[in-house]
């Protein structure tokens, strides 16, 4: 007999609800849940797919131990003896900081990773720990800790109460909101314009968020921290500055007048391509705009001056008196609070207080930049990392020059993944632990409410109960927590009794919402009543009791400033800049497998502008060389005027083509990496943070669309040519 079950849709940030019909072990169908208060029916073509993961034949079920190039499955108790021999005894040999842990950003949708798994990686001690923050959000992170003194209090949108949504190095109608939970975000900003408001998008190309924006404007890869300037120039300039109501708690005012003082829109125009005009109009529209919100996201942290971009995004929304207001930037009140817990715990944020071993990169949090991981591997000498844990991520396909990374895997002394599949990474380890996957887990979402454009809770049991030979990821980490490191066993035999779930409820009764009783307390007992969630109401003012302090003007950028000064006075040299681009059906490099993700025309392709392609002799189809410092591969061409002049495009996620690895769709839709040519070496040099956006590449012809060959004279030189 069929059953509908309510649960959540964990593959990307919208969160949105689902009804799961389901019968016996067999997903019939999984539809938007109507009832949801937050994301009201609407899901996304990933959503439906988690009946493809659930029922994958590809999907790991069993431990698995590889011997050369061959694999066999055995027992939990035997897998989790010969991880603990395999990484005590690195740690035994050559220290604590010779075991690294990688972990990917599946986490962040993780209640057990994020209560079992975090603290235990920690716990490990080891300096080289690794994750997807950056390459994706650090910038962010850094500037809320240096402006506020807290790392998670980062400012999203009130996109439901703004008349006005500059949107920058963002594209919100595909990611569903990024750092900025907001389903059916397409709603959302329409309704911004039928209410008579303007969406503005900013980016070197016409993405899908800009078709529908008010208006577009392209700016060149890596100049978005001298655009912000720019705008700050203008608001000083003609006298637009309002703090408003926060001005007797903002440091750094005049600080910031004297910085602004040499970025006149016309200083930048040459490496922005903004018209000087129109940066001045939109500087005066966001300053006379009562709600108003500047946002930006991956497209302004990843690249060589992400974290200026990042900061003076803070900057300016707190200059034209938008911050913390309605239809500004603000906080969320999340039921589950990660601001003082931060500070309970004493995590609130750092940075610098260790460098990388082989080049020096300055750590955040307690990571160091992912782009060093390689390095760190296969250079000898004292610190090396010699053993490896991977959790929830597929750093080969998914980081800078992944190429480099495949191979220094392939020489460390031991390595565990947990992880569903045997992908790209996980084909170098000795054991893969498989845990349950969406639908056999019960969520809450306990890091991304923090960053939702509404106070809203939810929680939802497991569809499907895990079988006696599977294990939750939060139980495989317990039980490593227990062989590798020891001590404590009752008290971990008791956290295994209790689960994710109890941690849950101590977070709800001490949350903002749990201690309101006018409202009715919010409790674990009282979310199980409400299957489709909780509205806990709009964002609220939060500043200044949310923050230690609101210091417009850190040192750390003052002093990185002479570095964008010199880039500005450097003329742009006639190459193509490669930037990303995300796919509506696509989330990373973990859902190629699913049939219905990957039907259609084939997604992995180069955009590229018809004048850049004439000039190189490309059409529409042909397979083309795309060459950087780090490597070379070939892809096929799209040429668009959708992509600015300069600018060529090829999404993240794909290069399913290596020996070895067990997913039969992705191998068939393999396309290639971007991470194949992204520079580990081109970075934001204050943060470390990678930048994969506005990285200097060349193509060339390889064979037209009707299989001719290329004249040589349009062929791009390979690599050992260039080497």
């Given at each position: 007999?069929?059953?509908?079950?309510?649960?959540?849709?964990?593959?990307?940030?919208?969160?949105?609800?689902?009804?799961?019909?389901?019968?016996?072990?067999?997903?019939?169908?999984?539809?938007?849940?109507?009832?949801?208060?937050?994301?009201?029916?609407?899901?996304?073509?990933?959503?439906?797919?988690?009946?493809?993961?659930?029922?994958?034949?590809?999907?790991?079920?069993?431990?698995?131990?590889?011997?050369?190039?061959?694999?066999?499955?055995?027992?939990?108790?035997?897998?989790?003896?010969?991880?603990?021999?395999?990484?005590?005894?690195?740690?035994?040999?050559?220290?604590?900081?010779?075991?690294?842990?990688?972990?990917?950003?599946?986490?962040?949708?993780?209640?057990?990773?994020?209560?079992?798994?975090?603290?235990?990686?920690?716990?490990?001690?080891?300096?080289?720990?690794?994750?997807?923050?950056?390459?994706?959000?650090?910038?962010?992170?850094?500037?809320?800790?240096?402006?506020?003194?807290?790392?998670?209090?980062?400012?999203?949108?009130?996109?439901?109460?703004?008349?006005?949504?500059?949107?920058?190095?963002?594209?919100?109608?595909?990611?569903?909101?990024?750092?900025?939970?907001?389903?059916?975000?397409?709603?959302?900003?329409?309704?911004?314009?039928?209410?008579?408001?303007?969406?503005?998008?900013?980016?070197?190309?016409?993405?899908?968020?800009?078709?529908?924006?008010?208006?577009?404007?392209?700016?060149?890869?890596?100049?978005?921290?001298?655009?912000?300037?720019?705008?700050?120039?203008?608001?000083?300039?003609?006298?637009?500055?309002?703090?408003?109501?926060?001005?007797?708690?903002?440091?750094?005012?005049?600080?910031?007048?004297?910085?602004?003082?040499?970025?006149?829109?016309?200083?930048?125009?040459?490496?922005?391509?903004?018209?000087?005009?129109?940066?001045?109009?939109?500087?005066?529209?966001?300053?006379?705009?009562?709600?108003?919100?500047?946002?930006?996201?991956?497209?302004?942290?990843?690249?060589?001056?992400?974290?200026?971009?990042?900061?003076?995004?803070?900057?300016?929304?707190?200059?034209?008196?938008?911050?913390?207001?309605?239809?500004?930037?603000?906080?969320?009140?999340?039921?589950?609070?990660?601001?003082?817990?931060?500070?309970?715990?004493?995590?609130?944020?750092?940075?610098?207080?260790?460098?990388?071993?082989?080049?020096?990169?300055?750590?955040?949090?307690?990571?160091?930049?992912?782009?060093?991981?390689?390095?760190?591997?296969?250079?000898?000498?004292?610190?090396?990392?010699?053993?490896?844990?991977?959790?929830?991520?597929?750093?080969?396909?998914?980081?800078?020059?992944?190429?480099?990374?495949?191979?220094?895997?392939a020489g460390l002394d031991f390595m565990v993944s947990i992880d569903p599949y045997l992908n790209e990474t996980t084909r170098h380890a000795d054991v893969i632990l498989p845990p349950t996957v969406h639908l056999e887990r019960s969520h809450y979402e306990l890091a991304l409410a923090n960053f939702s454009v509404r106070n809203t809770a939810k929680y939802s049991p497991a569809i499907f109960p895990r079988a006696p030979d599977q294990r939750h990821d939060w139980e495989i980490c317990l039980e490593l927590a227990t062989r590798v490191l020891g001590g404590g066993s009752a008290v971990r035999a008791l956290a295994r009794r209790l689960g994710p779930e109890a941690l849950l409820e101590l977070g709800l009764r001490a949350g903002p919402h749990g201690l309101r009783k006018l409202r009715g307390s919010l409790s674990l007992a009282r979310l199980k009543k409400q299957p489709h969630g909780v509205d806990l109401g709009p964002l609220e003012r939060r500043l200044p009791g949310r923050a230690k302090k609101i210091d417009l003007a850190p040192r750390l950028y003052l002093d990185d400033l002479p570095r964008l000064r010199a880039r500005l006075e450097r003329q742009p040299a006639d190459e193509l800049l490669l930037i990303g681009r995300r796919q509506l059906r696509s989330?990373?490099?973990?859902?190629?497998?699913?049939?219905?993700?990957?039907?259609?025309?084939?997604?992995?392709?180069?955009?590229?502008?018809?004048?850049?392609?004439?000039?190189?002799?490309?059409?529409?189809?042909?397979?083309?060389?795309?060459?950087?410092?780090?490597?070379?591969?070939?892809?096929?061409?799209?040429?668009?005027?959708?992509?600015?002049?300069?600018?060529?495009?090829?999404?993240?996620?794909?290069?399913?083509?290596?020996?070895?690895?067990?997913?039969?769709?992705?191998?068939?839709?393999?396309?290639?990496?971007?991470?194949?040519?992204?520079?580990?070496?081109?970075?934001?040099?204050?943060?470390?943070?990678?930048?994969?956006?506005?990285?200097?590449?060349?193509?060339?012809?390889?064979?037209?669309?009707?299989?001719?060959?290329?004249?040589?004279?349009?062929?791009?030189?390979?690599?050992?040519?260039?080497?």
């Amino acid at each position: 007999m069929p059953t509908t079950h309510f649960h959540s849709c964990t593959l990307c940030e919208a969160t949105c609800g689902i009804a799961v019909t389901v019968e016996g072990d067999r997903v019939l169908d999984i539809r938007g849940d109507d009832q949801d208060p937050f994301s009201r029916g609407y899901i996304c073509p990933k959503a439906t797919a988690l009946a493809d993961v659930h029922h994958d034949p590809d999907r790991l079920r069993h431990p698995m131990v590889r011997a050369g190039d061959d694999w066999f499955e055995t027992s939990w108790d035997a897998a989790f003896e010969l991880v603990a021999a395999g990484l005590k005894d690195v740690r035994r040999q050559y220290g604590k900081d010779a075991l690294a842990v990688y972990i990917g950003n599946p986490s962040a949708h993780n209640l057990g990773l994020l209560t079992f798994g975090l603290p235990f990686f920690r716990s490990l001690g080891t300096r080289n720990e690794y994750s997807a923050t950056s390459i994706d959000q650090l910038p962010h992170m850094l500037a809320a800790l240096q402006v506020f003194g807290n790392q998670f209090l980062m400012p999203v949108p009130d996109v439901d109460r703004t008349d006005l949504f500059i949107c920058l190095g963002g594209n919100p109608a595909v990611s569903n909101g990024s750092i900025m939970t907001a389903p059916n975000i397409r709603v959302r900003l329409k309704a911004i314009r039928d209410r008579g408001g303007r969406v503005v998008v900013v980016d070197p190309r016409r993405t899908e968020s800009a078709a529908l924006a008010s208006e577009h404007c392209s700016i060149r890869p890596g100049t978005d921290a001298a655009f912000l300037l720019s705008v700050m120039h203008v608001l000083f300039e003609e006298r637009l500055v309002r703090l408003g109501r926060l001005a007797p708690h903002v440091r750094g005012l005049g600080t910031l007048r004297v910085v602004a003082d040499g970025f006149a829109p016309e200083v930048t125009a040459a490496a922005t391509g903004l018209d000087p005009e129109w940066v001045r109009a939109l500087a005066r529209e966001l300053a006379s705009t009562s709600r108003a919100v500047l946002y930006g996201r991956v497209g302004i942290c990843t690249q060589e001056f992400g974290g200026l971009a990042a900061w003076l995004v803070l900057v300016v929304n707190a200059l034209t008196g938008h911050l913390d207001e309605p239809g500004g930037a603000m906080f969320t009140s999340p039921a589950i609070d990660a601001v003082p817990l931060a500070a309970a715990a004493g995590q609130l944020g750092s940075f610098g207080r260790y460098r990388s071993r082989v080049r020096g990169l300055p750590e955040f949090s307690g990571e160091l930049p992912v782009s060093v991981l390689a390095e760190e591997i296969d250079t000898p000498g004292e610190g090396r990392i010699r053993a490896l844990i991977t959790s929830a991520g597929n750093p080969v396909l998914s980081t800078p020059n992944g190429a480099r990374l495949d191979r220094a895997l392939a020489g460390l002394d031991f390595m565990v993944s947990i992880d569903p599949y045997l992908n790209e990474t996980t084909r170098h380890a000795d054991v893969i632990l498989p845990p349950t996957v969406h639908l056999e887990r019960s969520h809450y979402e306990l890091a991304l409410a923090n960053f939702s454009v509404r106070n809203t809770a939810k929680y939802s049991p497991a569809i499907f109960p895990r079988a006696p030979d599977q294990r939750h990821d939060w139980e495989i980490c317990l039980e490593l927590a227990t062989r590798v490191l020891g001590g404590g066993s009752a008290v971990r035999a008791l956290a295994r009794r209790l689960g994710p779930e109890a941690l849950l409820e101590l977070g709800l009764r001490a949350g903002p919402h749990g201690l309101r009783k006018l409202r009715g307390s919010l409790s674990l007992a009282r979310l199980k009543k409400q299957p489709h969630g909780v509205d806990l109401g709009p964002l609220e003012r939060r500043l200044p009791g949310r923050a230690k302090k609101i210091d417009l003007a850190p040192r750390l950028y003052l002093d990185d400033l002479p570095r964008l000064r010199a880039r500005l006075e450097r003329q742009p040299a006639d190459e193509l800049l490669l930037i990303g681009r995300r796919q509506l059906r696509s989330n990373n490099s973990w859902m190629h497998n699913s049939p219905r993700l990957v039907k259609g025309k084939p997604r992995c392709t180069l955009l590229i502008h018809p004048e850049d392609a004439a000039r190189r002799g490309l059409a529409d189809g042909d397979t083309t060389t795309l060459s950087s410092r780090a490597g070379e591969i070939e892809v096929p061409v799209e040429v668009t005027d959708s992509i600015m002049p300069g600018v060529v495009s090829l999404p993240h996620g794909w290069g399913h083509h290596r020996p070895g690895v067990r997913l039969r769709v992705a191998s068939e839709h393999a396309g290639v990496s971007v991470n194949d040519v992204t520079d580990e070496h081109f970075i934001d040099e204050l943060t470390g943070t990678s930048a994969v956006s506005g990285l200097p590449v060349r193509v060339g012809v390889v064979s037209a669309a009707d299989g001719s060959p290329a004249p040589a004279a349009l062929t791009s030189p390979s690599a050992a040519e260039r080497a």
